[in-house]
C-alpha cells in the first residue's frame, strides 16, 4: 500500500462532515476531487468505507478503519512533536563563513527548522580545516580537494568528512593593464607563463591546488601571495600583473570598474565543486542532518 498521509487526514475530515461537499469545503478541494479521494482508498484498500446509498455514512468496515486511522494519526503526530523538539534542544550548528561566500544563502536556504549560527573567520586565520580541529565551528565551507589525494588523505586522518553541495560558476580576473585583458575571449593557452595570485598564506597549498584544477597543471603557471583577510577585501586589493580566481557573484569584484572578468575558459563556463566538511564523529546529530539537508 502506498496511500498518503494527507489522504488519510482527508477521510478523518469526511468521517466528521459525512458530506462529500462539505468536507471539500474544509479541505479547500472540489466536491468531485474529494469523491475520487476518497473512491480511490477504498479501491487500495479493497472494501468500501462509505455507503453512498444511505447518503454519506460511513460502514461498519468505515467506522472502524476511522479509528484505526485516528490512532495511527495521533501517534505519528506526536512523534513528529516529540522528535522536532529533540532536534531543538541540540546545539545549533556553527557553520564557517569568510563573508561574501556566493553558494552559502543557497545552502542555508535547505536547512529547514534545524538550527544553525554563522562564525565569522577570516580565510587567512587557520589553516585548511583546522577550524574543525579546534572545535570552533561544525561545518566548513570550502570549495571540493577530493581530487588532490594529499589533501583528501590529510582530512581523512583528521577524522574529517566531506559532502559536495553543489556547483560554483567561477571567473578569472586581471587589471584592464593586464597584457589579456584587451583579449574578446580567453583560451587556456593564453594562461600559459601566467601569474596566479593566491590570497591566503595558510591555504596556500590549497588554493594552489584549486587553480591547477580550473586552468590546468600543464600551464607553467607561477603563483604569488596575495593575502586578503575577506573575500570583500577583493574590493581594494592590487592584482599587479597577476590574474586572479573568484566566484562569479563575488560583488567585491564585479563592482571594480578597474579590473576585467572572463567568464569563461576555451569557450566553456569555469566552474568549481562546492564541498562542506565537518567532523564525521560529532555527537550533535543536527551536524549531521544539515549535512544531509545540504547534500546535492
Given at each position: 500500500?502506498?496511500?498518503?498521509?494527507?489522504?488519510?487526514?482527508?477521510?478523518?475530515?469526511?468521517?466528521?462532515?459525512?458530506?462529500?461537499?462539505?468536507?471539500?469545503?474544509?479541505?479547500?478541494?472540489?466536491?468531485?476531487?474529494?469523491?475520487?479521494?476518497?473512491?480511490?482508498?477504498?479501491?487500495?484498500?479493497?472494501?468500501?468505507?462509505?455507503?453512498?446509498?444511505?447518503?454519506?455514512?460511513?460502514?461498519?468496515?468505515?467506522?472502524?478503519?476511522?479509528?484505526?486511522?485516528?490512532?495511527?494519526?495521533?501517534?505519528?503526530?506526536?512523534?513528529?512533536?516529540?522528535?522536532?523538539?529533540?532536534?531543538k534542544s541540540y546545539p545549533a550548528v556553527r557553520i564557517k563563513t569568510t563573508g561574501d561566500i556566493p553558494f552559502?544563502?543557497?545552502?542555508?536556504?535547505?536547512?529547514?527548522?534545524?538550527?544553525?549560527?554563522?562564525?565569522?573567520?577570516?580565510?587567512?586565520?587557520l589553516a585548511p580545516l583546522t577550524e574543525l580541529d579546534k572545535e570552533i565551528v561544525d561545518i566548513s565551507t570550502?570549495?571540493?580537494?577530493?581530487?588532490?589525494?594529499?589533501?583528501?588523505?590529510?582530512?581523512?586522518?583528521?577524522?574529517?568528512?566531506?559532502?559536495?553541495?553543489?556547483?560554483?560558476?567561477?571567473?578569472?580576473?586581471m587589471k584592464k593593464d593586464h597584457p589579456l585583458a584587451s583579449l574578446s575571449a580567453l583560451r587556456r593557452e593564453?594562461?600559459?607563463?601566467?601569474?596566479?595570485?593566491?590570497?591566503?598564506?595558510?591555504?596556500?597549498?590549497?588554493?594552489?591546488?584549486?587553480?591547477?584544477?580550473?586552468?590546468?597543471?600543464?600551464?607553467?603557471?607561477?603563483?604569488?601571495?596575495?593575502?586578503?583577510?575577506?573575500?570583500?577585501?577583493?574590493?581594494?586589493?592590487?592584482?599587479?600583473?597577476?590574474?586572479?580566481?573568484?566566484?562569479?557573484?563575488?560583488?567585491?569584484?564585479?563592482?571594480?570598474?578597474?579590473?576585467?572578468?572572463?567568464?569563461?575558459?576555451?569557450?566553456?563556463?569555469?566552474?568549481?565543486?562546492?564541498?562542506?566538511?565537518?567532523?564525521?564523529?560529532?555527537?550533535?546529530?543536527?551536524?549531521?542532518?544539515?549535512?544531509?539537508?545540504?547534500?546535492?
Amino acid at each position: 500500500m502506498d496511500m498518503r498521509l494527507e489522504t488519510l487526514r482527508e477521510f478523518v475530515v469526511f468521517a466528521k462532515c459525512q458530506n462529500f461537499s462539505a468536507a471539500a469545503l474544509e479541505l479547500h478541494l472540489s466536491q468531485p476531487a474529494m469523491s475520487v479521494h476518497i473512491a480511490n482508498l477504498e479501491k487500495e484498500l479493497g472494501f468500501q468505507l462509505v455507503d453512498r446509498k444511505r447518503g454519506a455514512e460511513l460502514t461498519p468496515a468505515g467506522q472502524r478503519f476511522l479509528a484505526g486511522v485516528q490512532a495511527a494519526l495521533a501517534s505519528y503526530d506526536e512523534a513528529v512533536r516529540a522528535c522536532d523538539e529533540l532536534v531543538k534542544s541540540y546545539p545549533a550548528v556553527r557553520i564557517k563563513t569568510t563573508g561574501d561566500i556566493p553558494f552559502l544563502p543557497d545552502l542555508l536556504a535547505r536547512a529547514g527548522g534545524i538550527p544553525f549560527e554563522l562564525i565569522e573567520l577570516s580565510i587567512d586565520s587557520l589553516a585548511p580545516l583546522t577550524e574543525l580541529d579546534k572545535e570552533i565551528v561544525d561545518i566548513s565551507t570550502c570549495y571540493d580537494f577530493s581530487f588532490s589525494p594529499h589533501l583528501a588523505a590529510d582530512a581523512e586522518r583528521r577524522g574529517i568528512a566531506t559532502a559536495l553541495v553543489g556547483e560554483d560558476r567561477m571567473r578569472i580576473c586581471m587589471k584592464k593593464d593586464h597584457p589579456l585583458a584587451s583579449l574578446s575571449a580567453l583560451r587556456r593557452e593564453d594562461l600559459r607563463g601566467a601569474t596566479v595570485a593566491i590570497t591566503s598564506s595558510k591555504w596556500y597549498d590549497f588554493m594552489v591546488a584549486q587553480a591547477l584544477r580550473l586552468f590546468g597543471d600543464d600551464l607553467d603557471l607561477t603563483f604569488r601571495m596575495i593575502p586578503v583577510a575577506s573575500p570583500l577585501s577583493l574590493r581594494y586589493v592590487d592584482l599587479g600583473d597577476a590574474i586572479a580566481s573568484c566566484g562569479i557573484n563575488t560583488e567585491a569584484l564585479t563592482d571594480r570598474d578597474d579590473v576585467v572578468l572572463f567568464d569563461e575558459l576555451d569557450g566553456r563556463p569555469l566552474t568549481l565543486d562546492q564541498m562542506v566538511a565537518y567532523r564525521a564523529d560529532d555527537p550533535n546529530p543536527n551536524v549531521h542532518a544539515l549535512i544531509e539537508a545540504f547534500r546535492a
